[in-house]
């Protein structure tokens, strides 16, 4: 009888195969150790739906197959739910709700020891608590999450910052079309220090009707017009602009068993995502519980399941090839990006690779005190990278 079941999972389509292979478990002891093969078949589906039945299995030989989890191989796709890192300020807190997936790569450029002084900003990062192979169940598994948060942090003690900035937003085409001076010595500034500048320039002129339009041109988002948020998802509230009572009476009216869905949309609109999925892709074979949070509280177990976007090579080409072009890049750093990618076969890879390094010179080898050892990276392209 085994026999004849071998033969039709064998000569039936993937489809199929799943729901045939329940029957397994009919067959008994011989049944039970072609599950535990299952385990190692290359479809990932195939093993989740072998892993789930073992679970079922009261027997000591199953419960030690399966007790480390899931096998995942390079390639497969999961859906990883992350829960967002929260950082407080003096005055508020901030949400992170993004994945920082460069953070090794980072770690390579600036070195261990300075990581932490120069990078300080990504002490704050979310971190992967549940995976999962069906996106609909993350998503719904992050709601409940996001939904939870929300009534446990609230408004906290210092309150929060209800904005989100405009992707699209350009500030020198905004100064351009409102009568602001742009300076061209700005160019050479990071986006944020440029917006700063502005911001003064708006500031200093007193016009509050200019800084009205600064900040809806800047801000999808901002608690300065929370009005807008409010007609847009036709909530019928009264809102005071500048009034922290009316901010309260709108989230105590939020907070209604009624409006839970308009009370996490308004979170993820202002503020952000408590909890997220991202599809992600296994990098290198690990073994998961699917569906269990992952317990740990260090960066570096917590990550142990390394799994990365579709887009990560275009990610990591990108930041490197900007660490190469800048002027502002120390040489060690530029050295050190230039040395790290080969191992990202894209376009921007390869022509960066073709053209060397710019701006730099032998003379700058002895960079702030520090020697630069050349040796490690002289193999990691032919000729001269200068």
């Known amino acids: 009888m085994m026999k004849k079941f071998l033969d039709l999972i064998a000569n039936t389509s993937t489809s199929k195969k799943l729901s045939l292979l329940p029957q397994a478990l009919e067959y008994g002891e011989s049944g039970i150790d072609f599950l535990i093969n299952c385990l190692r078949d290359s479809d ?19 419960k030690q197959v399966i007790a480390s989890g899931l096998l995942l191989n390079p390639g497969d796709k999961i859906y990883s739910v992350y829960q967002a890192a929260i950082w407080f300020t003096d005055q508020s807190y901030l949400l992170f709700d993004s994945v920082n997936y460069l953070y090794e790569l980072i770690k390579q450029v600036y070195g261990q020891k300075n990581y932490e002084e120069e990078l300080e900003e990504l002490a704050c990062e979310s971190q992967r608590v549940f995976c999962y192979l069906d996106q609909q169940e993350a998503k719904q598994i992050a709601e409940d999450s996001h939904r939870k948060s929300i009534l446990r942090h609230g408004i906290g003690i210092c309150g929060f910052y209800w904005e989100r900035e405009n992707p699209d937003f350009d ?3 905004w100064c351009i079309d409102n009568g602001v001076l742009y300076k061209t010595k700005w160019d050479n500034l990071e986006s944020f220090r440029i917006l700063w500048e502005i911001e003064g320039l708006v500031q200093k002129s007193e016009d509050t ?15 300065d017009f929370v009005d807008q948020w409010l007609e847009a998802n036709q909530v019928e509230f009264s809102y005071q602009l500048d009034d922290w009572g009316s901010l309260n009476r709108l989230l105590e009216y939020l907070e209604l068993p009624e409006n839970v869905e308009l009370l996490s949309k308004f979170w993820k609109d202002g503020v952000g995502h ?21 317990d740990s509280n260090s960066r570096e177990e917590s990550n142990a399941l390394v799994a990365k976007p579709k887009n990560y090579k275009q ?8 660490i190469i072009n800048s002027p502002h890049s120390q040489p060690k750093h530029k050295l050190k990006a230039y040395e790290l990618l080969p191992d ?16 730099i010179s032998i003379d700058s080898i002895l960079d702030m005190g520090e020697l630069i050892e050349l040796n490690a990276i002289k193999s990691s392209w032919d000729g001269n990278p200068f």
Do not use: C, W
């Open 44 to 62: 990932l589906e195939y093993r989740a739906k072998a892993y789930n039945l073992l679970q079922n299995v009261e027997s000591e030989k199953v």
């Open 171 to 173: 500030p020198k085409q």
């Open 209 to 223: 009707t200019l800084m009205d339009k600064f900040k809806r041109s800047k801000y999808i988002y901002h608690l």
């Open 274 to 294: 408590f909890a997220f999925v991202r599809e992600e892709f296994v990098q290198q074979k690990a073994y998961v519980r699917i569906g269990k949070k992952i």
């Open 315 to 322: 990610q990591a080409s990108d930041f490197l090839v900007k």
């Open 344 to 359: 990202f076969d894209t376009d921007i890879a390869k022509q960066t690779l073709s053209q060397g390094i710019e701006h």
